[in-house]
């Protein structure tokens, strides 16, 4: 296969899966970036948990590199996904950061997921070149909304104060607690963005059905599973998590299925059940 109708393949595979496609010549190989994009969601119905569509995303994405990787290999390239800085890569495509410190592309901002794809020993015409214009300057809404006061001008003052990095274990800091509103995520400061102008959509039904108070609280977390991978749904991780965005949205019909969780075994899960508790019984 000529380097013309292998770019034509992999934009085909990218385009056909609803994929952006970026290529990058770095060393001996040829970088294909593969950006999934996804729209903001806002109004779950009720039952269903607030959940942030980036996973899903994320795992979406992560599927098709894969996908891209096996049917590369069947060609007889060598293909993989390299470990290597994203946000530097997309940097040096031409995209832009905002103070959130989250990487914006066209079309998109910062609401979507990417995965590269190194092809080895192939020099690939270089295309689609980023161009997006940072207005960041001396606006100030991340700043401004964001609840773990974790942005500065100059972007992250501390990574790990975002509420996203705390929100990885079980255990949440019970300082953080009370500004839990989704699972798995905040998205606070790609909503208040004025770079971001994707209009908000209603939750899938996938989301939906994943993401569902009962399901959850009850141990139920397979559909979550397949719909943001285990590595994100662990299940006393899940049902930590919904049993406190219960009790920030003061959703009383669900503590006869938090309290069980007191009683759980799992001491971080434990902790967080007990204070989602005593919030909604207003000890």
Not at 7 to 12: E, F, P
Not at 70 to 83: F, H, N, T, V
Not at 264 to 278: F, I, P, Q, T, Y
């Amino acid at each position: 296969m000529d380097n013309t109708a292998l770019i034509n393949m992999v934009c085909d595979y990218a385009g056909t899966n609803g994929m952006d496609v970026y290529i990058k010549q770095k060393d001996n190989c040829s970088l294909i970036i593969l950006a999934r994009g996804y729209a903001p969601v806002i109004d779950f119905p009720e039952g269903c948990i607030p959940a942030s569509p980036f996973y899903e995303a994320s795992q979406f994405a992560e599927k098709h590199a894969n996908a891209l990787i096996a049917m590369l290999d069947e060609q007889g390239y060598s293909a993989s996904q390299p470990k290597m800085l994203l946000k530097s890569l997309i940097d040096e495509l031409g995209g832009t950061r905002g103070k959130n410190s989250l990487s914006y592309i066209p079309v998109h901002g910062s609401f979507f997921s990417p995965r590269v794809v190194a092809i080895e020993g192939v020099a690939l015409r270089e295309s689609n070149k980023i161009i997006f214009e940072n207005r960041c300057e001396s606006c100030r809404r991340c700043i401004n909304a964001c609840p773990a006061n974790a942005i500065d001008d100059t972007g992250f003052n501390d990574p790990e104060k975002c509420l996203r990095a705390k929100m990885r274990s079980t255990k949440v800091p019970e300082s953080y607690r009370g500004m839990m509103s989704r699972m798995v995520g905040c998205d606070i400061c790609q909503m208040v963005c004025p770079m971001n102008v994707k209009k908000p959509e209603e939750p899938g039904k996938a989301l939906i059905e994943a993401f569902s108070f009962e399901k959850i609280l009850g141990g139920d977390i397979k559909r979550a599973q397949e719909l943001i991978g285990s590595n994100f749904a662990r299940q006393h991780r899940l049902m930590a998590q919904a049993s406190v965005i219960a009790a920030n949205m003061d959703k009383k019909e669900y503590l006869e299925l938090i309290k069980p969780l007191t009683e759980s075994g799992d001491e971080e899960l434990v902790e967080m059940a007990k204070w989602s508790v005593r919030k909604l019984e207003n000890l």
